[in-house]
């Protein structure tokens, strides 16, 4: 009979009543490695098979250290990121050499490290099962996997007669295979083929229970992982190759808004390229975030952290860890709004107060009244802004259906201009994806024109609350301080189940960006819907 011993952690848990309530819950510890990739100079060229490996065994190596110093950390599982192995930029002859074919752990058991003749042409999968059996943590890593395929009987198959997939791979303690992942939602990636099937891939560790798996540009896609968090999936392994994008998509920020507002633990491993602005990894619970950027890098960086189990079949029976399952806080139920958030309306009508004499309905208005609004780019996205004026106000800017409004208080130097925006259709040229966003930035200059895009400081604390008009259930809250310093919101939900809100007072750095980030999948000019 195996024997495990399941370690506790003292967690504060922050429940959507805004009750705080400290439990003693199930965890583990997890480590993710951002990992410097070393790059073939020449991806386009078409290598022997020999000079692949020797390529990728540079790779290897650094992973092997790696793993080694999370299990000395008492890591049980350790991520690694998208592209780590091999890199970037090839086409699809190019890669040939760095291909190996991954069997299906649901159809064949094996373990690389104890057979390695059971299938040619798997050095890399034999390194990586070892790896995993030698430190006794499950292992995540990425790699490219080659699947033979028939095309005079198969519709999907490829003219040359192999599938070349993204592929994620996880060995269990003992290096057996148990779980592959073909990413679903490719960027630009030429290389490598959309899996003809969607699959929804788990794997169970005897420490945590159950967790899923996507891949990068998998994240702002309806499939595969958000099916999963339905069906209750509630950890999630997230080896990524991410092209940071202020003001809304720098990589931790993005990470954590979807941790949070799934309600899920995410371990982000990015790799780090400094010339692709590739850098942000971390440890993300629905409460909690240990992460990395640094876009000066030149070397990896491994996180090890403490996370409580979520998966809710780990949890023994009773009240405090049946408190755990209440989370997600804003996720896929419009609920309505809680006390502390009707605080923060009476609050701001007392503010309001203070500075107008009572019946005087002008200076009321005047409080009240909108700002020119202007058209920038942001992202490549269109937004209609309005700027934040004076210390305090209310602010109101709308794009089609979508509306934002803005109640803030702002203190720090006033020749830092902020603006309120909103945008709401497709994103393209980059991707294809219908968004509604709500954003407060900081704009990179005094004028108009330079809202919209990436700035990492700011010295103006602003206290705030954001909310809009979104037609989509799926909102991801983000709060993103000076530095690339992660914030989150103090609160977030639905009010009069139409309008989405956070707020946040009282940030320790200045105000970069907050955003309120809704995707609208069911709009998406393309995206692998599955049955
Ligand atoms: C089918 O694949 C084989 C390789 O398996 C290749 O030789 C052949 O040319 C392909 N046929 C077509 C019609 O592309
Ligand atoms: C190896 O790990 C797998 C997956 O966790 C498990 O099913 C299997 O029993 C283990 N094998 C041994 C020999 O411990
Ligand atoms: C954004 O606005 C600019 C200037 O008005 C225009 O040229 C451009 O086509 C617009 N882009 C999109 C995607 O609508
Ligand atoms: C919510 O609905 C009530 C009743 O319709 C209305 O009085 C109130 O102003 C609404 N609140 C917001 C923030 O829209």
Excluded at 183 to 200: A, M
Excluded at 314 to 343: C, I, N, W, Y
Aim: net charge negative.
């Amino acid at each position: 009979m195996a024997v495990f011993i399941l370690t506790t952690a003292f967690v504060a848990l922050f429940l959507s009543e805004g009750l705080v309530v400290k439990a003693e819950v199930p965890s583990y510890i997890a480590a993710v490695y951002e990992h410097h990739v070393i790059l073939n100079p020449e991806p386009h060229v078409p290598i022997e098979r020999e000079a692949a490996l020797v390529h990728m065994n540079k790779n290897l190596d650094v992973f092997e250290e790696q793993a080694a110093s999370a299990a000395k950390q008492g890591a049980q599982i350790i991520v690694f990121p998208e592209n780590g192995l091999h890199g970037f930029k090839f086409t699809r002859t190019s890669i040939v050499g760095y291909l190996e074919t991954v069997p299906d752990p649901s159809v064949v058991t094996w373990n690389p490290c104890t057979e390695p003749d059971r299938f040619p042409n798997t050095e890399v999968l034999q390194r990586l099962s070892c790896m995993a059996q030698k430190n006794h943590l499950f292992l995540v890593a990425n790699m490219p996997n080659r699947q033979n395929c028939d095309n005079l009987t198969d519709p999907h198959c490829p003219p040359d007669g192999r599938y070349q997939f993204n592929t994620n791979i996880v060995f269990s303690d003992n290096g057996t295979l148990i779980a592959r992942y073909n990413k679903l939602n490719l960027y630009f990636e030429k290389e490598y083929d959309t899996p003809p099937e969607c699959e929804h891939v788990t794997f169970t560790t005897p420490f945590a229970g159950k967790f899923g798996i996507f891949t990068c540009f998998d994240i702002l896609f309806y499939e595969p992982v958000l099916t999963q968090v339905k069906m209750g999936v509630r950890q999630f392994v997230f080896p990524t190759a991410w092209m940071n994008k202020l003001p809304l998509l720098a990589g931790i920020h993005f990470q954590r808004s979807f941790s949070y507002a799934t309600g899920i633990t995410l371990l982000a491993a990015n790799t780090q390229a400094k010339e692709l602005g590739m850098t942000g990894s971390g440890i993300y619970t629905p409460w909690h975030a240990v992460y990395h950027h640094d876009k000066e890098a030149k070397s990896g960086k491994l996180l090890v952290s403490k996370v409580p189990v979520l998966d809710p079949s780990m949890m023994e029976d009773g009240e405090e860890s049946s408190k755990l399952k209440l989370v997600p806080f804003s996720g896929h139920s419009k609920h309505r709004s809680t006390a502390a958030s009707q605080f923060d309306v009476q609050e701001q009508q007392k503010h309001m107060s203070e500075r107008c004499l009572s019946g005087d309905m002008q200076c009321r208005e005047r409080l009240l009244s909108e700002p020119p609004t202007f058209i920038s780019n942001m992202m490549n996205d269109n937004f209609t802004f309005v700027p934040l004026q004076g210390v305090e106000g209310n602010l109101k800017v709308c794009d089609g259906s979508l509306c934002c409004h803005l109640w803030f208080r702002r203190s720090g130097p006033e020749e830092e201009l902020y603006a309120l925006g909103a945008f709401r259709g497709i994103h393209a040229p980059r991707g294809t994806y219908y968004l509604e966003v709500c954003a407060l930035v900081r704009c990179t200059g005094t004028e108009f024109r330079s809202c919209g895009g990436g700035i990492e400081n700011a010295q103006t604390v602003v206290d705030f609350r954001l909310q809009g008009t979104f037609s989509t259930p799926h909102i991801y809250p983000g709060v993103l301080g000076s530095e690339m310093t992660l914030d989150r919101p103090d609160e977030s939900g639905w009010e009069n189940k139409s309008e989405f809100y956070m707020t946040r007072k009282g940030m320790a750095t200045g105000l970069v960006t907050a955003v309120l980030y809704g995707r609208v999948y069911e709009k998406d000019g393309y995206g692998k819907r599955c049955p």
